[in-house]
């Protein structure tokens, strides 16, 4: 059964730094197209990062470039991102998906399967 775990979501304040977690299990993340996504009230789900398979080409939103990083582990069989110099308007809820083939990176309806989310709230 594949299932994917999000974690490391949390409370901070604005110009601080989150790393979350993405775990895999019941299958080989790395051979997957995996990508981050948020969803804000009353707001779209998004596309905040993401990253293929074999070749590692990343992608990141224009409100986190510079600020995201996107990466594998695959020891761990994990995709981490570190979120640094985080503002009020990055709080949402963070979910991470994967599917094997992905023909349009970070596109929110090419990832067949999804965790279940990890809130991020940024706020003094």
């Known amino acids: 059964q594949l299932q994917l775990v999000e974690s490391g979501g949390g409370l901070v304040q604005p110009g601080g730094s989150l790393r979350l977690s993405c775990a895999a299990s019941?299958?080989?993340?790395?051979?997957?197209?995996v990508g981050w996504f948020r969803q804000a009230p009353g707001k779209e789900r998004e596309g905040v990062s993401c990253i293929t398979s074999g070749e590692g080409t990343t992608y990141y939103a224009d409100s986190v470039k510079g600020r995201f990083s996107i990466s594998r582990d695959n020891a761990s069989n994990t995709v981490h991102l570190k979120m640094n110099s985080l503002k009020p308007e990055d709080t949402a809820v963070y979910f991470c998906?994967?599917?094997?083939?992905?023909?349009?990176?970070?596109?929110?309806?090419?990832?067949?399967?999804w965790g279940q989310g990890t809130q991020v709230t940024v706020s003094s």
């Open positions: 019941g299958f080989k993340l790395n051979y997957y197209d």
């Open positions: 998906a994967a599917d094997l083939v992905v023909f349009r990176l970070c596109d929110r309806t090419d990832y067949a399967y």
